[in-house]
């Protein structure tokens, strides 16, 4: 059995996590030789297939887990030294004695600690480890899913440690010393605080055991993950942390809470981010009707929020356009316009549709479908140069639709960009008419235009009759220049107050020009109403109309008729609520520090 490590306990580990091509979701928590039900033994092998082995100067001294091919996530206490040449992490190792016909091992490249750890009380107790090559998944080796910070874990969530720590205070493991696993329930933090002393467990810990002890963590497991299992998946809540000895009655263990550094982590892993998953624990949080002398009293009522502002699409505060024009002057004139970039290099246009996706041609994406290759930047207007009003965000997935003929795509962000006048949603075509000599616009960044600078360009082109390619899912209009760069960007028109995308760009060839009178023909963003109220939630609303013009100003419900989609996930859970819930996500969180 595994027990929490010491708070005084000062080992080094170094685990490395492994990132592969694919999206982490695709593949964490999924172990293929796990069916553990009860605990408290050795684990068969492959049950656990991220548990690493930290070893140092020859010995084992911490556990982490593979969160990625080739980063591991550990705590920070284990790592009294970043220098990584003396560190070695085993991955798909059972025994620590005898053969293990499994396992790889690899040296250490980086080593990253928190950069709030604080070693009393041991708050933010979490490291990263670089590997010094990817490791290849097998059944023995592939990365566990982390808990994304949205997740919560009330007292009693069933939860699985792991490690080769001691079977009791001083007790080393027995030979072969055999990876142990045991299970334990979660203990809330109001409950832990009272067992350890008010003051002493914060928002970035989690604690687990028996109030009976008998079950528990110890020396050497620390860095080790604390697990639990939702809809086949293994979620890791926790990182091996400290305890009052070991599996003492009142003492629960105590784990660095995973869900708090969401935003750490993938801030230091570029690519192939880990498969984070947002745990939702079921029924009343019982850990809320606990109190002790010092312990704040918990919440009687719904904590109260401030009433945000109604977001509503198609607003350019600082678009003046009524005529043509070639070339964007100024930032803000189409604040919803997005860069897709690849490896930091433009690849496409895109479109901001909802408070936290991005609308694209799918063909932007027919050889990348890897979301962690993608970054999305807003309020940009040069590529090259000063952008003081950008932001740039990355991508948790990307999902396509799969229509026959011309097809779109959706980006999920994985944060919320502050709306401002050159950060706004664009208004969706849900079936609106444009009539013959509506004026419209397009804008991109195609390769080699804009000058030095690469300044975003816009054209000035009009609706015109479909001809022979009439059709309700087409819109045609005057001619139009488009470069390799400008697809996935939008076909504007406004229509009273607001901008309406009437059509993702298309580029089918480097250049694409309409030939003498024949007119460009789009496919309307209206033909995918289906694919994108099932993707992004319900539409956004234009704002209210003032200048007489024809807009309805209403939520269109998901269509009944469907369309195979899709999906390809990076990062989070694929439970995420639609965007028009974004409001109350702040009280989601304030739970899981509960």
Known sequence: M?????????????????????????????????????????????????????????????????????????????????????????????????????EVSRTLTRIILHPDYNDVPNNNDAGLLRLSAPVTFTDFIR????????????????????????????????????????????????????????GSITSNMICAGL?????????????GPMMSKQDGRWIQSGIVSFGQGCALPEFPGVYARVSQFQ?????????????????????????????????????????????????????????????????????????????LQKNGTHVCGGTLVAVDYVLSSASCFSSSPNASEWTVILGRLNQNGSNPFEVTLRVTNITMSNLTGTNVAVLHL?????????????????????????????AGWGAGEGGEEQVLQEFQTSVVDCGNASSS??????????????????????????????????????RTRANGSSPMVFTRTSRFDSFL??????FLSPAPNTSGGNVTNTTTPAP???????????GYSPLHAPFFFFLVSSMCLLLSFL
């Open 2 to 102: 595994m027990a929490v490590c010491k708070l005084l306990c000062v080992a080094t580990l170094l685990t490395l996590l492994t990132h592969e091509s694919r999206s982490q979701f695709d593949v964490c928590g999924q172990p293929p030789l796990n069916t553990r039900i009860v605990g408290g033994q050795p684990a068969p092998p492959g049950s656990w297939p991220w548990q690493i082995s930290l070893h140092r100067f020859g010995r084992h001294i911490c556990g982490g887990s593979l969160i990625n091919n080739e980063w591991v996530l550990t705590a920070a206490h284990c790592l009294s030294s970043t220098n990584t040449a003396s560190y070695l992490v085993y991955l798909g190792r059972q025994n620590q004695e005898g053969s293990n016909p499994n």
């Open 143 to 198: 990365p566990v899913c982390l808990a994304a910070s949205e997740s919560t874990f009330f007292a009693g969530v069933d939860s699985w440690v792991t490690g080769w720590g001691s079977i009791r205070s001083g007790v080393p493991l027995p030979s072969p010393q055999e990876l142990q696993e045991v299970e334990v329930p979660i203990v809330g933090n109001r409950q832990c605080n009272c067992d350890y002393g008010v």
């Open 211 to 223: 109030r009976a002890g008998g079950r528990d963590s110890c020396q050497g497991d620390s860095g």
């Open 263 to 339: 935003t750490w982590i993938n801030s230091q892993i570029s690519s192939s981010q880990p498969g984070f998953v947002t745990f939702r624990s079921t029924g009343t949080d019982s850990d809320l009707s606990v109190t002790c002398p010092g312990l704040p009293p918990p919440p009687t009522t719904v904590p109260p929020t401030t009433t945000a502002s109604p977001v509503f699409c198609g607003n350019a505060p600082l678009n003046p356009r009524i005529g043509g024009g070639s070339l964007v002057a100024t930032a803000g004139v189409w604040p919803w316009m997005a860069s």
């Open 414 to 442: 994985t944060t919320m960009p502050t709306l401002s006048n050159y950060i706004q949603p664009i208004c969706l075509d849900t079936g609106v008419t444009f009539t013959a000599g509506t004026t419209c616009w397009v």
């Open 473 to 510: 899912d087409n819109i045609c209009t005057g001619a139009v220049t488009l470069q390799q760069g400008d697809a996935g960007g939008p076909l504007m028109c406004k229509r009273g107050d607001s901008w309406t995308q009437a059509a993702v760009l298309t580029v089918d060839s480097v």
């Open 533 to 538: 109220a099932r993707t992004v939630g319900s």
């Open 560 to 570: 009944a008729t469907t369309a195979a989609t899709t999906t390809t996930t990076s």
